[in-house]
C-alpha cells in the first residue's frame, strides 16, 4: 500500500515569499504530525491533528506558521513571508491513532530553502 | 520540563556489538520510540517500550528503566547499512532526541 507521501520534494523560494507544503497520510489514519529538521539537527515537533483538528499547536515557532487539514486526509504547512531560518526539512508523519503505542510513519519530506 | 540526551556520534565495526543510550527527564511518559534515519532520508521505526525491560527485534533491541529515566538501542552484528542516526522518542509531547550519529567501519 502507498506509504505518506508530500510535496513538492524541493522548494526554492525567496525571502519574504510564502510556501504552502502538502501532505497525504496513509489512507485510515486518523493522526497526522508536522516535523521540521535543520541541517545538523534533531527533529522538532510542530503540530498536530486528530481528524481535522489541531489539539496541539505549541510547536508552531511563529505566528507565520499555520496548518490545516480537511476531510480528515491532505493537511497543508502554511509559511507566510519565509525566512533563511526557515530553511529545513519538513516532515509529515501519520499514525493509526494518537496512543502511545501509534507508530507513526514518516513521509520523505520537502527540502525548503529561502534564498 | 522535558530533556532527552543521547550520545552525538559513534563509531563501530562491522559485526561488532554497539549499545546507543538515552536518558531523559520528562514529567510524563507514555512510551519511547527509536527510529532508524538514514543520511537525507526519513526516519523509520526502529522499536517501542512501554514497560521496563528488553524487546528484542532481529539483530535490535531496545530496553526501557522508567524508574532511572533510561534507555538503549542494542545493534548486534552491526552491518555497513546501519551507518545511520538513531532517534530516541518520548510520545509524550513528542520529544525526539537530536540523534547518535553511527558510523560503521569495514
Known amino acids: 500500500g502507498a506509504g505518506v507521501s508530500q510535496s513538492p520534494s524541493n522548494k526554492v523560494t525567496e525571502k519574504g515569499k510564502d510556501v504552502e507544503l502538502r501532505c497525504d497520510p496513509i489512507s485510515g489514519h486518523t493522526a497526522l504530525y508536522w516535523y521540521r529538521q535543520s541541517l545538523g539537527q534533531g527533529l522538532e515537533f510542530l503540530i498536530y491533528?486528530?481528524?481535522?483538528?489541531?489539539?496541539?499547536k505549541s510547536g508552531l515557532p511563529s505566528d507565520r506558521f499555520s496548518a490545516e487539514r480537511t476531510g480528515g486526509s491532505v493537511s497543508t504547512l502554511t509559511i507566510q513571508r519565509t525566512q533563511q531560518e526557515d530553511s529545513a526539512v519538513y516532515l509529515c508523519?501519520?499514525?493509526?491513532?494518537?496512543?502511545?503505542?501509534?507508530?507513526?510513519?514518516f513521509g520523505p519530506g520537502t527540502r525548503l530553502l529561502v534564498l | 520540563g522535558q530533556n532527552i540526551d543521547q550520545p552525538t556520534e559513534m563509531t563501530a565495526t562491522e559485526g561488532a556489538i554497539v549499545q546507543i543510550n538515552c536518558t531523559y527527564q520528562t514529567s510524563g511518559f507514555n512510551g519511547l520510540f527509536w527510529y532508524q534515519q538514514h543520511a537525507g532520508e526519513a526516519p523509520t521505526f526502529l522499536s517501542y517500550n512501554v514497560l521496563d525491560g528488553l524487546e528484542e527485534k532481529g539483530r535490535f533491541s531496545s530496553f526501557l528503566s522508567r524508574s532511572k529515566g533510561y534507555s538503549y538501542l542494542l545493534l548486534k552484528e552491526l552491518q555497513m547499512k546501519d551507518s545511520a542516526s538513531y532517534l530516541c522518542v518520548f510520545t509524550d509531547k513528542l520529544i525526539f532526541g537530536t540523534g547518535t550519529r553511527l558510523q560503521v567501519f569495514p
Open positions: 491533528f486528530q481528524g481535522n483538528s489541531a489539539p496541539d
Open positions: 508523519a501519520s499514525s493509526l491513532g494518537k496512543g502511545g503505542r501509534e507508530t507513526q510513519y
